[in-house]
């Protein structure tokens, strides 16, 4: 088994990707004006609904319901796919269903395919093995063709290239046959339509991810804002769909609950464009041969996890991310993942499966626990209950002799005894002394965390419990 | 005295560093009629522990806690996120104790038990209030500290622009993300400065030494006082400013 490729190869740690991130003044501006407009959009759209609370809990008991029952709900799914003529394929992990994807489009001898946007393909890294295998994989969502044509990475799971403005996507778009005429975004829709429209008329199989897959039906849902999807999933011969195996939902009126959760949460509107659906193979109409690639690659193990598993009821909406203080910082490539911001920072190091692996290590503290994004999830998340737990986590994959685990050792021994901890109390008011006019601006490593761009508290001689004593005792 | 029996957990950052919170919180409760007591052998929630990845150290100090409060009627904390610690994760890490459910932040405390808004409080000047995280999401004492506020005699308050967004403090997330908590901290005093606000309050010391401390460095002339203090300070014992 390889690599999983959920998080990039060679990615620095958070803290120091988060440091390069913080000293680019044009991502941090590009960032907070495009997360909070959508952040007001949301509360909106949202307010809308007079039972949203009720979608909410109804949305995670049937995303609890599914993760209970997996192993039902994939077979009825496989059952009724197959019985309505498309056929479905099993993959492990990334590698399994990468090669699974690589046969299937060489089989139609084309070198050349279109894709639907879609999390599952960007988290096995699909585009870059098609390539090894001499398959040119286009994607056809504009922020995803904004990304694919900057040799770029994603830094956001809704619009991959929202790190970038319109005069840095007209230089991208430079390379097109017919380049826009200027960074107006009429102009650089048409320049993308043009180039786009060209790619979906001449393939052959396409390929994309799913938000939903219904098992009593064996329907597929692909919810999208502007119609590249749609014409993916119906212009040519062969489909193929890679789906992770949480996405399955029991019932068709389940879709009731997450059309109304996904759009709102997502993109702030009332319902989305396009949703496209489709159940098998329909004789005469659209593809006439349909490929459902199931994709465990981590999440059986995640699913083991019992306060780590609602990971998996996330509905890629990306609402966490946009109300996340850290990812409007930081910016999602930060992370080194496709899952950047709060649910990044559970899922990412989950799916890896190795928190000996510094980087995934550092994900669950890129996080300072506000909240915000248990507050906004469609599915209601825990996501800060989960940071602490993978915290844990991470403290005991890396031992007791760190210098950390020693310090909160001493501590913990500190507060085990009121005796300890009033002699503590004493020495650290010692620390006074180091103030000059009243402020403490500069203490040794780790302190020095603190004060390079903050003065410390000076701790005054007498603390309250010594005041209690000498006054109530 | 009749009233209620309330132990004061301050808080180990509280007791140690910001005393005169505690004193406050003191005079306030007497004042309002309560028995307040400080078992003196309580230290310290396990919050840090637990939020960095140390629940196994956090265990004992939960057990701990609900020993030294368990007997009281009321417990009392100047600090959501304490408060929050107490309610939402003790009960995991040992056993249900009545302590636990039981522990008040102060603007709980005073709107909901005791069932006061007007303390009898004098603050004259301009105050802006920051909502801190887990009052607000863990704990959702929502407008309450505002309703005390509003209340308070004397005092101007003034909105806060962005409120609800954190102030980058997080415990060890200071130190472990210390630029990205910086950032954070940055937007924050901006939205402060932009209220003309000669004072910013706050019902968590952790959250106002970040603000503090950055207001602080660039010597903005805004000063961090605790709701408790503003609400303790009155017409014949007014608040003065610690040094
Ligand atoms: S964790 Fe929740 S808020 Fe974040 S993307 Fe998933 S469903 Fe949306």
Redesign the pocket.
């Known amino acids: 088994m390889g690599r999983n490729p959920v998080t990039w190869l060679g990615s620095p740690t958070f803290p120091d990707a988060a440091r390069d991130a913080l000293g680019d003044t044009q991502l941090r501006g590009n960032l907070r004006k495009a997360t909070t407009t959508i952040r007001g959009k949301r509360e909106s759209a949202v307010a809308e609904l007079g039972d949203w609370e009720e979608l909410r809990r109804a949305g995670e008991s049937v995303k609890d319901d599914v993760l209970a029952n997996l192993d039902t709900y994939l077979e009825r799914l496989e059952a009724a796919v197959t019985d309505r003529g498309g056929v479905v394929h099993w993959a492990r992990d990334a590698e399994e269903a990468n090669r699974i994807v690589l046969d299937l489009v060489q089989a139609e001898d084309t070198d050349e395919v279109v894709k639907v946007k879609s999390m599952a393909t960007a988290e096995i890294g699909l585009n870059e093995a098609l390539a090894d295998g001499g398959v040119n994989a286009i994607e056809t969502d504009l922020a995803e063709v904004i990304v694919q044509l900057g040799d770029d990475r994603p830094s956001h799971?809704l619009v991959p290239a929202i790190h970038r403005n319109r005069a840095e996507i007209k230089e991208i778009f430079a390379q097109m046959p017919e380049p826009p005429t200027s960074d107006d975004p009429h102009a650089l829709a048409e320049a993308a339509r043009k180039y786009l429209r060209r790619k979906f008329l001449s393939a052959k199989v396409a390929i994309s991810g799913a938000n939903f897959g219904v098992a009593d039906t064996g329907s597929i849902v692909v919810v999208e804002s502007e119609g590249n999807g749609r014409m993916c999933l119906t212009l040519p011969e062969t489909l193929i769909t890679v789906m992770g195996v949480e996405k399955v939902l029991p019932r068709w009126q389940d879709l009731e609950v997450f059309l109304q959760l996904l759009p709102r949460?997502s993109t702030a509107e009332r319902m989305n464009p396009y949703t496209s659906t489709w159940s098998g193979v329909t004789p005469g109409d659209g593809p006439q041969k349909f490929h459902l690639v199931l994709l465990d690659n981590g999440r059986t193990s995640t699913l083991a996890d019992e306060v780590g598993r609602q990971?998996l009821?996330?509905?890629?909406?990306?609402?966490?991310?946009n109300v996340c203080p850290v990812y409007e910082r930081t910016g999602g490539q930060a992370y080194g993942s496709v899952y950047p911001?709060?649910?990044g920072a559970i899922l990412a190091p989950q799916l890896a499966g190795d928190l000996h692996d510094e980087q995934a290590a550092s994900l669950p503290y890129a996080s300072s626990l506000c909240g915000a994004?248990y507050e906004?999830?469609?599915?209601r998340?825990n996501?800060p209950e989960v940071l602490t737990h993978l915290r844990a986590e991470v403290v005991e994959a890396k031992g007791k002799r760190t210098p950390e685990a020693m310090a909160m050792s001493a501590a913990a021994w500190v507060f085990g005894d009121r005796r300890r901890y009033e002699a503590a109390q004493k020495a650290g008011s010692l620390t006074r002394f180091l103030a000059r006019d009243g402020t403490l601006s500069s203490l040794p490593w780790p302190g020095s965390k603190w004060t390079d761009t903050r003065d410390a508290p000076v701790v005054p001689k007498e603390s309250f419990r010594a005041w209690w004593r000498r006054n109530r005792g | 005295m009749s009233g209620p029996r309330v132990a004061l957990f301050p808080t180990c950052l509280t007791d140690t560093v910001y005393p005169e919170t505690a004193k406050a919180v003191v005079r306030l409760l007497e004042r309002l009629g309560c028995d307040v007591d400080f078992p003196l052998d309580q230290t310290c929630c396990g919050q840090m522990h637990f939020n960095t990845g140390y629940a196994e150290h956090a265990r004992p100090m939960a057990r701990a806690y609900a020993d030294v409060f368990d007997s009281y009627d009321h417990v009392v904390a100047p600090s959501g996120s304490c408060a929050g610690m107490v309610r939402e994760n003790h009960p995991n890490l040992c056993a249900a104790s009545p302590a636990a459910t039981r522990t008040y932040e102060l603007s709980e405390f005073l709107v909901d038990v005791l069932g006061v808004v007007d303390v009898g409080a004098h603050f004259p000047h301009r105050v802006t209030y920051h909502p801190t995280c887990h009052s607000l999401r863990m704990l959702g004492v929502g407008d309450k500290p505002l309703r005390l506020l509003r209340a308070v005699s004397g005092l101007e308050l003034v909105a806060l622009p962005q409120a609800e967004q954190c102030c980058g403090f997080g415990g060890t997330f200071a130190l472990k993300n210390a630029e990205t908590s910086t950032a954070m901290l940055a937007d924050k005093m901006r939205c402060v400065q932009d209220t003309g606000a000669q004072v910013v309050t706050a019902g968590d010391n952790s959250c106002l030494m970040q603000i503090g401390g950055g207001l602080s460095r660039m010597r903005a002339g805004v000063r961090t006082v605790h709701l408790a203090e503003i609400l303790a300070s009155t017409q014949e014992e007014p608040w003065v400013a610690t040094p």
Do not use: K
């Open positions: 799971i949460s990971a009821r996330c509905i890629r909406c990306s609402a966490c991310l911001g709060p649910i994004c906004v999830c469609p599915v998340i996501i």
